[in-house]
């Protein structure tokens, strides 16, 4: 029997948006793909979310952002997560995001970004490889 330790996600909805079947369905479908994976709910605030992060030790953290704050709110999640000493933690992002934003997201630090109507594979798949790429 495998006892390696599942990959451990955190998802999260930043902000005062009050979407989140988008990032249930994200939740489901990696628990589902063989994920450990834990829903904070909506309206959580950029430190709400790194202390969640740090008290669950997971391994990546997923923002779903539909508000169209997702510049301030990532970089503020980001910026929490290395005050708490975590800000090696692979952080990807979800949602309603234009394609001219991308770039600056990952330039903050995002690994990857995820628009609407993404292939829960292809997030799992990503996750898993960037993960297997980081323990080589």
Same mark, same amino acid.
């Given at each position: 029997? $495998?006892?390696?330790?599942?990959? %451990? /996600? ?10 989140? @079947? ?6 489901? +479908? ?6 450990? !994976?834990?829903?904070?709910?909506? @309206? ?6 790194? $202390? ?7 391994? #990546? ?12 709110? #990532?970089? @503020? !999640?980001?910026? $929490?997560?290395?005050? %708490?000493?975590? +800000?090696? *933690?692979?952080?990807? !992002?979800?949602? /309603? ?6 770039? @600056? ?9 995820? /628009? ?10 990503? /996750? %898993?490889? %960037? *993960? ?5």
């Amino acid at each position: 029997m $495998n006892q390696e330790r599942k990959i %451990k /996600i955190l998802v999260a909805k930043p902000g005062l948006d009050g979407h989140d @079947r988008g990032a249930k369905v994200v939740a489901y +479908g990696l628990r589902d793909a063989g994920f450990e !994976v834990i829903y904070t709910g909506l @309206r959580q605030t950029p430190a709400q979310i790194a $202390n969640a992060a740090v008290q669950e030790d997971v391994d #990546v953290i997923g923002l779903s952002i539909l508000s169209g704050a997702h510049l301030s709110l #990532v970089q @503020r !999640v980001i910026q $929490n997560l290395r005050e %708490k000493g975590v +800000g090696e *933690k692979m952080v990807i !992002v979800g949602g /309603i995001i234009p394609q001219e934003d991308v770039a @600056r997201l990952k330039e903050t630090g995002v690994a990857e970004v995820f /628009i609407a109507g993404t292939p829960i594979k292809t997030i799992a798949d990503f /996750i %898993k490889a %960037k *993960k297997e790429s980081k323990q080589s």
